[in-house]
Structures are given as C-alpha cells and as structure tokens.
C-alpha cells in the first residue's frame, strides 16, 4: 500500500474526521435524519466547523446554515464540513468557493473553487460542475477531491476518486471512470504540449472520503469491495497493466 501523499498538511489537520466531538456530530446527524432532518428541524446542516469560516462575508455560526447562492471562505487553521441535498463538502483551511443553485434550492449545480482545497461527495444526477483557474469537470454521482495551488501559478490538482467524469482544460479534453482515485493536474502553462496532465494521488486519504460518504448514505466502491488500490492516480482498484491514463491518451 502507497503512503498517503500530503503536501503542505500541518499533522493536526489529518485526524480531524477521528476526533469525538465529530464523530459525535456525524452520529447525530444521521440519528435525526440527515439533510431532510435539518431542513425539517430547522436545524444547520453544518457538521464540523473550526476556526473562522464567512459566508457571503459574515462569520458563519454552528447553528447556521450554508445554502446554495453563498459564498464561502475559510480561513487560516479552519476546517468546514456541511451538507447540500444529496452531496457532502470539506473545506480545507484559506479555502474560497461559490456554491451554486441546481434544479431546486438544495441542489448545488456548481462549486466555482478560487483558491484552497475541497473534497466532496455527489449524489448521482447530471448538471453538476466543479470550476477551477485551470480545469472544469462535468459530475455524474462520485466522490472528488480538487485543490488551486497558488504557489505554482494556481496549478490545480484534481481527483476522481470514484465514479465518471468529464474533464476539460484548455483544449483538452478527457473521460475519467475510476474506482479508486484517477487523478490529474490542469496546467497553467503547456507540459509537452498539454494542458490536462497525469497526476499521483496527492493531499486526501481514503478516509476522509469514506467519512463524507457517510454523511450522504452512500459507501465507497473500496468499502464496498473490501480492500483498497494503490494509490498511483491510476483509477483502479485492481490492477491493468497496458491501460493508459486518460491524460495521455
């Protein structure tokens, strides 16, 4: 099994999903109900909050609530975990996205990511878009992980952790169908000739994403099969000697 890969993560970032106050907090949001209880209970359908976290530029409080429209930034050492209809959101810290309306008013249509990190869960359905400096991606019900690296030119990191997506950045183009982490790096400037690149997976572990998962009531294809891959950006779980990533075809 390949290390996780995690660049730039402070160690007390990492456990984050096995502290008690959120493992207490996910167990009580699936108790009352999830999202639909929320809206019914007229409860916050914010799951983990720490450190400062705006929300169309005013502080965001436990009790309140992220809704599609918003904008929302975090800042430095703060975390953000909260969920919209059928997909769940982690925003890592110095994070700025724009979280916009789908179909109905808890259906979040596209998530414009500025600068940071976030890692997400999608309920399945089509019309849902994922918007960086450098690349955009078409989701059809999957787990993603996409980070803007301002330190290099806002290179940005993306990663289909399961599930099917179309990527595009700047003249390419490229279908991802994986089953354990397919990832990528959309280009500030040409690699041989490239702007959509083969990327290691890099900055997320499987948990997290598992935990996501979670909140949504769905499993990873991982869980489901009971082991895991390893962790080269590849996209399977198993391995296919001879298939070519989708970025070098």
């Given at each position: 099994?390949?290390?996780?890969?995690?660049?730039?993560?402070?160690?007390?970032?990492?456990?984050?999903?096995?502290?008690?106050?959120?493992?207490?907090?996910?167990?009580?949001?699936?108790?009352?109900?999830?999202?639909?209880?929320?809206?019914?209970?007229?409860?916050s359908?914010?799951?983990?909050?720490?450190?400062?976290?705006?929300?169309?530029?005013?502080?965001?409080r436990p009790?309140?609530?992220?809704?599609?429209?918003?904008?929302?930034?975090?800042?430095?050492?703060?975390?953000?975990?909260?969920?919209i209809?059928?997909?769940?959101?982690?925003?890592?810290?110095?994070?700025?996205?724009?979280?916009?309306?789908?179909?109905?008013?808890h259906?979040?249509?596209?998530?414009?990511?500025?600068?940071?990190?976030?890692?997400?869960v999608?309920g399945?359905?089509?019309?849902?878009?994922?918007?960086?400096?450098?690349?955009?991606?078409?989701?059809?019900?999957?787990?993603?992980?996409?980070?803007?690296?301002?330190?290099?030119?806002?290179?940005?990191?993306?990663?289909?952790?399961?599930?099917?997506?179309?990527?595009?950045?700047?003249?390419?183009?490229?279908?991802?169908?994986?089953?354990y982490?397919?990832?990528?790096?959309?280009?500030?400037?040409?690699?041989?000739?490239?702007?959509?690149?083969?990327?290691?997976?890099?900055?997320?572990?499987?948990?997290?994403?598992?935990?996501?998962?979670?909140?949504?009531?769905?499993?990873?294809?991982?869980?489901?099969a009971?082991?895991?891959?390893s962790?080269?950006?590849s996209?399977?779980?198993?391995?296919?000697?001879?298939?070519?990533?989708?970025?070098?075809?």
């Amino acid at each position: 099994m390949i290390e996780p890969d995690l660049p730039g993560r402070a160690p007390r970032e990492l456990p984050w999903f096995r502290r008690r106050s959120v493992l207490q907090a996910a167990a009580a949001w699936a108790a009352l109900g999830g999202f639909g209880g929320a809206l019914a209970q007229q409860r916050s359908n914010v799951v983990e909050l720490r450190g400062e976290v705006l929300v169309n530029g005013q502080r965001l409080r436990p009790q309140q609530f992220v809704q599609t429209g918003d904008q929302v930034q975090t800042g430095p050492d703060a975390h953000l975990v909260f969920v919209i209809g059928d997909s769940a959101f982690m925003l890592r810290q110095n994070t700025q996205v724009t979280v916009q309306r789908g179909a109905t008013l808890h259906t979040v249509s596209l998530l414009r990511l500025q600068t940071g990190a976030v890692a997400a869960v999608w309920g399945r359905g089509t019309g849902r878009f994922i918007v960086t400096p450098m690349l955009s991606a078409s989701i059809h019900g999957t787990g993603t992980y996409a980070e803007v690296r301002p330190q290099e030119d806002r290179r940005t990191y993306f990663c289909n952790c399961w599930g099917t997506i179309d990527l595009a950045a700047g003249r390419d183009r490229a279908v991802s169908q994986a089953d354990y982490h397919q990832s990528f790096w959309g280009e500030p400037a040409p690699v041989e000739g490239r702007m959509l690149t083969a990327a290691p997976v890099s900055n997320h572990t499987d948990e997290e994403m598992e935990f996501l998962a979670g909140l949504v009531s769905q499993r990873t294809p991982w869980q489901l099969a009971g082991r895991r891959g390893s962790r080269d950006g590849s996209g399977t779980i198993d391995p296919q000697p001879g298939r070519l990533h989708p970025a070098m075809r």
